[in-house]
């Protein structure tokens, strides 16, 4: 018979945790220790098809796994790595983990060329002006014309087909995507979105950094090393670093200064100072040659910026 006190000091017996979940926080584990990144991204509004085709696209690449949040978490933990803990702020819904061998802007970077156009639904917010070009399209007189009159196209028709007389933005950015424009998007297969997986941050085992953010911008780098290159040239002529593409540059500097010294100060003919001024031009050029070994463009810019 149970008394009273018997019942209170009863235990609830512990639930079981099921062996596949044992198994899946094994392997995350598992990868989380032996990969070299880590890296979680947004998989949010992405269709199954598309969300396949990118995984397939990743093969060789890297591993991509869809776990529970409390399954990676428990990884985690088991792991007693403070420094992966950051990425737990990072999961939140509709994520995905990558694991693999590369670099982590290297990974990010073919996240981006994973990417894939889609088309725009109505209440989608335009990325940027969606803008309408001129020019003729398969679209036959008829509903049409007014379909694409009513979002504010000129159009006119040619050889039986409709043509748009004229360019418009018929979304701005930031603003909502109409029922109507996404139909006429639809009809002139225009795609303004690209579907792919977003990088949130990642974690480098090797290094034992965790990058907060890990968005690549190709293009704004390429403009950014455009314009470095193009102030290079001038700077290094400012601080008066000898190079091969410097030397002819500050050579005809130091020539047109002489001539404005000659007329300013000693009215001199222009002849006699260029004359001082390319022998004394051939005197430095000779004692450089014998202090400093020839350096390359790319040597000074390498010396310029480290």
Request: charge should be neutral; glycine fraction near 8%; include cysteine.
């Amino acid at each position: 018979m149970f008394t009273k006190e018997t019942k209170m000091t009863e235990k609830k017996p512990v639930a079981q945790i099921p062996e596949f979940k044992k198994k899946t926080v094994a392997e995350l584990a598992d990868l989380i220790k032996n990969k070299k990144t880590i890296l979680v991204a947004s998989i949010k509004n992405i269709p199954g098809g598309q969300f396949q085709e990118i995984v397939k696209s990743l093969r060789g690449k890297a591993i991509v796994k869809v776990p529970k949040k409390n399954l990676i978490f428990r990884a985690i933990e088991g792991l007693k790595n403070e420094e992966l803990k950051h990425l737990e702020e990072k999961i939140g819904d509709s994520f995905v983990l990558l694991f693999s061998d590369m670099d982590s802007f290297a990974l990010a970077g073919e996240l981006l060329k994973s990417k894939t156009p889609a088309k725009a639904k109505a209440g989608q917010e335009a990325p940027e002006d969606i803008e309408i070009q001129a020019g003729p399209t398969d679209l036959v007189p008829g509903p049409a014309i007014s379909e694409l009159g009513a979002v504010g196209l000129q159009i006119q028709v040619e050889n039986g087909k409709l043509t748009i007389k004229q360019n418009k933005v018929i979304v701005e950015k930031g603003k909502t995507i109409s029922q109507k424009a996404a139909d006429i998007m639809s009809k002139l297969d225009i795609k303004p979105f690209s579907i792919g997986f977003i990088p949130l941050c990642a974690f480098d085992n090797e290094t034992k950094t965790f990058y907060a953010e890990i968005n690549i911008d190709t293009e704004g780098t390429l403009n950014d090393l455009k314009y470095a290159f193009g102030k290079a040239l001038p700077f290094a002529v400012e601080i008066g670093y000898i190079s091969d593409d410097t030397i002819k540059v500050m050579i005809g500097k130091a020539n047109a200064h002489a001539k404005r010294i000659n007329k300013i100060v000693t009215g001199e003919p222009d002849e006699v100072v260029e004359a001082v001024a390319e022998e004394n031009i051939e005197e430095k050029k000779e004692e450089t040659k014998k202090e400093e070994p020839k350096a390359d463009a790319g040597a000074g810019l390498s010396a310029l910026f480290g």
